[in-house]
């Protein structure tokens, strides 16, 4: 099942008691709720979801990527980079135009045996300074392209128990806090 980024902030919001059920998030609501997913998306990206990533260059017409790279494109003929062959839930890649010449010399993303970004075929970056951080889904057997901030009607990429796991510690101390102004 997809949750869109809506669906998302309205558990959260359901979980602390700010929302009843059924009801939906006014515009200032929604908007203090995204700020906070994005900023704990982005939080979560080097620490939760797999490492942070560390440059690498390439050259030639090909490579294959390892877990945990950022690989540096800067070549003078088009170039195809293969997805980590032994990819674990979270595990992550990144490519970035370090020529400034994608849009001359494209890059193909392949995902070695997993879907990326969805599909079989490559992903394919053709825009000069163009740069994509891949991670990989195990329940899905698929690279998802890393977006840097969501919109409310987004699909969220996380599965979801990763978003309750997250949210369970800040969910209990709501409740602690609310318990003990009843007792």
């Known amino acids: 099942m997809s949750l869109l980024v809506r669906d998302v902030i309205k558990r959260a919001m359901r979980m602390q008691g700010a929302l009843a059920s059924g009801a939906d998030p006014n515009a200032d609501e929604a908007t203090d709720y995204l700020l906070a997913l994005n900023t704990m998306k982005r939080a979560m990206f080097g620490t939760l979801i797999g490492p942070r990533l560390s440059p690498q260059s ?3 017409a090909s490579g294959q990527a390892e877990r945990g790279g950022l690989y540096q494109v800067n070549v003078a003929a088009a170039f195809a980079l293969s997805a980590p062959a ?3 839930a979270g595990s992550r ?3 970035a135009d370090a020529g400034f010449s994608f849009l001359t010399y494209p890059c193909s993303v392949l995902g070695n045996g997993q879907l990326i970004n969805g599909v ?3 992903y394919v970056m053709n825009v000069n300074g163009q740069s994509a951080r891949f991670w990989f889904r195990a329940d899905t ?3 998802i392209l890393e977006a840097d ?3 409310i009607t987004d699909p969220i ?3 979801d128990p990763l978003i309750a796991a997250r949210r369970a510690p800040v969910a209990r101390r709501a409740w602690s806090a609310r318990r003990r102004l009843t007792i």
């Open 58 to 60: 390439v050259t030639g």
């Open 86 to 88: 032994t990819p674990r």
């Open 93 to 95: 890649f990144g490519v």
């Open 120 to 122: 079989t075929t490559a």
């Open 141 to 143: 057997g698929n690279w």
């Open 149 to 151: 901030y969501v919109a």
């Open 157 to 159: 990429e996380f599965p």
